[in-house]
């Protein structure tokens, strides 16, 4: 079997000559313990943020849509379809009641019927980063119809399913987003009310012709200038989830973008400002998942997916992710 280790820490974007790949041995079956094999592997923004809390020679840290082939567990057979934190490798044994040595980690859980659907769902609108839209989005926004609701980071996995979702609910949704082809997409397919492009749009004066009032909650994927702008743009006691801020993930502390200080708007606005992580919520990933798939199949909760084919592909599907090249979630199929 086959697993991609880190070969040194990122200097800012991560480079193919960063991962390796080490052919292992797998021992026998321990009681306790499954056997499973890759379908599907995922790259996600948190493989670059938490990357400083590994070592050269770690495995890359990853959740999977994986195959049991052997189980000396009683909850899981041969032929059962899980999702797992199982790192980037073909096969790995694992006991599902033990210590996971990976960094973000959940029990492995059998996905639902999926009724035909792609499988690799499992690991974006239907798994980790579908239940982020899914609690941050409903837990902390606290949406209303008519509400003013802004989104960075708009086209990507977690992005692209709070704003179906907040204009599901009846919000006026603002996109931001890095690419014109991804406004399109916004605006064209996820019917969103306005989308920007915030690598060449004067972003303060676009939202503040669709938002004059101020917005009532935003969804932050991004941080960063982008942030700033909008956080000064929000009504009092306005709501921010903050839940992630991919602008600055390959940036080192001396190249750390200089952005307005925020904490005037947080004060004169009364901001309610609160970061999560999602495996807050993850004794109640069943509840999203099952709500997600019946969106899907009601027809108005949409995906995307950018697909890339072969475990070698990793490195490349990441660093392509990292610089905008998906709308939707990137993912690998071996
Ligand atoms: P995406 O599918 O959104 O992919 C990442 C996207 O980030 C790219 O497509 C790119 O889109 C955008 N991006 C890259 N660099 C920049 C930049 N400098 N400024 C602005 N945008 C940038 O990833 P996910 O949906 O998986 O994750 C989105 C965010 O949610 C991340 O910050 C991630 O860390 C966070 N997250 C947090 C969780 C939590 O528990 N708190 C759980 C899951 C995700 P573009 O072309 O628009 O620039």
């Known amino acids: 079997t086959k697993k991609f280790v880190l070969v040194q820490h990122f200097g800012g974007l991560p480079k193919p000559s960063d ?10 079956l321990k009681n306790g313990e499954i056997l499973t094999e ?31 082939l052997e189980s000396k567990h009683p909850d899981y057979k041969p032929d059962d379809v899980i999702v797992g934190s199982f790192g980037w490798r073909t096969r790995v044994i694992t006991a599902p009641d033990g210590q996971s040595k990976e960094i973000v980690s959940a029990k492995p859980y059998k996905l639902p019927d999926l009724g035909g659907l792609p499988l690799s769902l499992g690991l974006g609108i239907l798994g980790m980063p ?28 977690v992005g692209s ?42 972003l303060a004066t676009s939202i503040a012709s669709i938002a004059p009032k ?61 970061g999560f992580i999602v495996l807050r919520w993850a004794n109640r990933f069943d509840e999203s998942i099952i709500q997600n798939l019946k969106w899907i199949k009601e027809g108005w909760l949409k995906y995307r997916e950018k697909v890339f084919n072969g475990f070698e592909s990793l490195p490349e599907c990441f660093i392509d992710m990292l610089q905008g090249g998906n709308i939707g979630k990137a993912v690998v199929k071996l």
Do not use: W
Not at 19 to 28: G, Q
Not at 130 to 153: M, N, Q, R, W
């Open 19 to 28: 991962f390796k790949i080490v052919e292992e041995t797998l021992p026998a």
């Open 161 to 202: 399913h709070v704003a179906q979702i907040a204009k599901h609910i009846g919000c006026i949704v603002i996109g931001i987003t890095g690419s014109d082809e991804k406004v399109k997409y916004l605006l064209d397919e996820l019917k969103l009310d306005a989308a920007f492009n915030y690598k060449k749009s004067d």
């Open 38 to 68: 890759a379908i599907y592997i995922s790259v996600d923004p948190y493989i670059r943020a938490y990357s400083v809390r590994m070592s050269p020679g770690d495995t890359i840290t990853a959740f999977q849509v994986a195959k049991v």
């Open 130 to 157: 579908g239940c982020t839209a899914y609690f941050g989005f409903l837990e902390l926004c606290d949406p209303k119809p008519g509400h003013i609701v802004v989104v960075s980071g708009a086209a990507g996995a």
């Open 214 to 274: 101020g917005i009532d909650s935003y969804f932050d994927n991004v941080g960063g200038e982008i942030s700033s702008i909008v956080m000064y743009q929000m009504k009092q006691l306005g709501r921010v989830a903050v839940c992630g801020s991919i602008s600055s993930y390959n940036a080192d502390a001396r190249s750390l973008p200089k952005v307005p200080i925020l904490q005037p708007a947080i004060v004169m606005k009364e901001l309610i400002v609160q």
